[in-house]
Structure formats: structure tokens, C-alpha cells
């Protein structure tokens, strides 16, 4: 077993963090930045690969092409570009030409919109939604009572399939719209494409997940207590 703290960046309070100060930040006892040298070590290998580090440095350029008036001081963060203008601009800098959107049926509307835009930039699109394949629950082992519509057919979510059907076609880069919890994990897990998120499905939150988060110590406090 190792003697390592494990990782709590999430609780760090420094205000001088030695991961975004260098030499001169600190850290506290659960700091990665000081525990994991030998993982940060042969992590920084990856990037010694052509298609990483390109992937990497276009990234962080785009990161940092989302803020303006930059050169002034002293600086204050600005913000310019919604997310879906940086898809588009991060697959240009990295000469994409196909692009591929797997969504939930329950955001089609979404997904037209997103096609629509990308269709307006030149690329070429390819979309897939979850129901793809048409295949019943019962596939999976689901029990009548397991489904949402109980008593009715209902066709599974099939991730899998999706990025299969990306993968024929040779996408690539992948745009993720809506998709489960778990079913974008297996998403993930079969594209042989990057791909990226532009919504992240939340069904009461009309998908922006951080309001929860943002009202957990208000309306959403239930959250922080064992169980909801």
C-alpha cells in the first residue's frame, strides 16, 4: 500500500497553489503536485508523442483565445466565446474536417441546431442518436418494472453502437449532446475519436448540472446528507 496522502485538491484552500505558482506556491499534505513526482514524471511522457502534444498545445491556445484584452494590466478575466464556437474553433486549429455528434433523442432539436452550425462552418457532419439500433431494454436485462414506460416497449440507449457507427465513418472529432450518465462513459470508452461534451445532460436542470451544486446550500442541501 502506498504512504501517500491521497489526492484532495478539491479541499485545498492555499491561495498560493504550488500546481498554479510554480516554485513559489505550497501545498498541503494531500497536494499531487508534490506526492506523484513519478506519475507527473511518466505522464509528461504522453505528450513526447506528435499527436498529443499537438492536441494538447492547440487545446491550451484555444483556452487561452476565450479571454480578450489579455495584454492589459493589471488583468481581469474576460471572457468572449460560448463553448459550441470553441468546438468549431479547436476542429479547425486541428485541420478536422469530419466531425460527429452523438446525442439523446430527448435533445434532437438540440442536436439539429448543433448540425445545423456545424454544417455553416464548412464541416462535414455525422450524427447519430441513442436509440440507434431500435433494440428493446430487455437486451440489457432490464425488468419490466426498470423501465420508464412500464408495460410499453422501450428501445435501450446504445452508446456503444454510436461510437461504432462514428468509428465507420471515420470521424474525427466527437461531440457529445445529452448523453446519460454511464452511457456517455461507454461512449468514451469505444470512439476511437477525441471527443468532446458540449451538454451535459441533467433532466430537472434544464442540463446545466451546476446548479445544483450552486444551491447546495439552499434548495439542494438535501445533497449533502447521506441518502438525498
Given amino acids: ?37 513519478d506519475v507527473i514524471e511518466y505522464s509528461l511522457k504522453e505528450y513526447e508523442k506528435p499527436e498529443i502534444r499537438e492536441f494538447a ?10 479571454y480578450i484584452n489579455r495584454d492589459k494590466k493589471p488583468y481581469t478575466m474576460h471572457p468572449s466565446k460560448p463553448r459550441v464556437q ?26 439539429r441546431i448543433l448540425s445545423d452550425i456545424l454544417t ?12 440507434c439500433g431500435g433494440l428493446p431494454k430487455e437486451t440489457v436485462g432490464l425488468k419490466e418494472e426498470e423501465k420508464i414506460r412500464i408495460g410499453q416497449f422501450e428501445a435501450m ?30 461512449f468514451f470508452k469505444y470512439s476511437k475519436a477525441f471527443s468532446t461534451v458540449l451538454i451535459a445532460k441533467d433532466r430537472l436542470m434544464g442540463h446545466n448540472p451546476a446548479a445544483a451544486l450552486y444551491t447546495s446550500g439552499t434548495y439542494y442541501s438535501r445533497m449533502l446528507k447521506l441518502g438525498f
Avoid: W
Fill in 120 to 131: 455553416a462552418q464548412n464541416f462535414d457532419v455525422v450524427s447519430v442518436m441513442c436509440k
Fill in 86 to 111: 470553441e468546438v468549431c474553433e479547436f476542429a479547425n486549429k486541428m485541420n478536422y474536417k469530419k466531425l460527429g455528434i452523438a446525442f439523446c433523442g430527448g435533445l434532437h432539436s438540440e442536436a
Fill in 157 to 186: 440507449c446504445n452508446p456503444i453502437v454510436q461510437a461504432n457507427i462514428l468509428n465507420e465513418e471515420n470521424t474525427e472529432f466527437n461531440v457529445l449532446v445529452g448523453l446519460c450518465v454511464g452511457h456517455d462513459s461507454l
Fill in 57 to 66: 498545445r492547440m487545446a491550451s491556445i484555444q483556452e487561452g483565445e476565450c
Fill in 1 to 37: 500500500m502506498s504512504n501517500k496522502s491521497k489526492p484532495q485538491c478539491a479541499l485545498c484552500l492555499r491561495k498560493e497553489r504550488i500546481c498554479e505558482a510554480g516554485n513559489d506556491g505550497k501545498g498541503p499534505d494531500f497536494c499531487p503536485t508534490k506526492n506523484y513526482q
